[in-house]
């Protein structure tokens, strides 16, 4: 089975479980640090999709802390997700929160997310292609490597 990504963000999969990266230190989920009053990208993402579990598209996540970072106002939003769309962006493999936080995202059929922490069942369930209670089958991909793979 192949990931699916949908054509409107190119970034939102469907049916998919991004595991962390390889090369991920982390043995839990853990929440992202951030300073005060200027939370981190990773920190406004995990704030985002932990509150609302399958509420949001990655798509929704990516360009919503885009926006909120530059205090784009939400009249404004409708065009500027459009021109920030129409350039490639990068997707939710690409996340401090695969890569150093401990979290997996589970993208369900409709494409919204959720964060599964490392340590949880659920997490190995996932990895063991073990199915949510009425869950599809889902494609398993990896979040990016912070470093390049030895040689």
């Known amino acids: ?30 929440v992202p640090a951030s300073k005060p009053g ?13 509150e609302h579990p399958y509420r949001y598209t990655s798509g929704d996540v990516i360009f919503t802390v885009y926006a909120d970072r530059r205090g784009i106002p939400d009249q404004e939003r409708a065009a500027a997700r459009a ?23 589970h993208a369900d059929a409709e494409g919204r997310i959720a964060l599964v922490a490392v340590e949880s069942s659920e997490y190995a369930d996932f990895l063991s292609g073990h199915l949510p209670a009425g869950g599809a089958p ?13 040689r």
């Open 38 to 50: 200027n939370p981190s990208i990773a920190a406004r993402a995990f704030a985002m999709v932990s």
């Open 138 to 150: 889902v494609t398993l991909t990896k979040a990016m490597r912070s470093s390049r793979a030895p």
């Open 83 to 105: 021109e920030f769309y129409a350039r490639s962006q990068a997707c939710l493999r690409s996340s401090d929160l695969g890569k150093r936080y401990g979290w997996g995202i």
């Open 1 to 30: 089975m192949i990931a699916t990504v949908v054509a409107m963000d190119r970034v939102d999969y469907v049916d998919t479980f991004i595991a962390v990266a390889q090369d991920c230190m982390a043995e839990r989920g853990t």
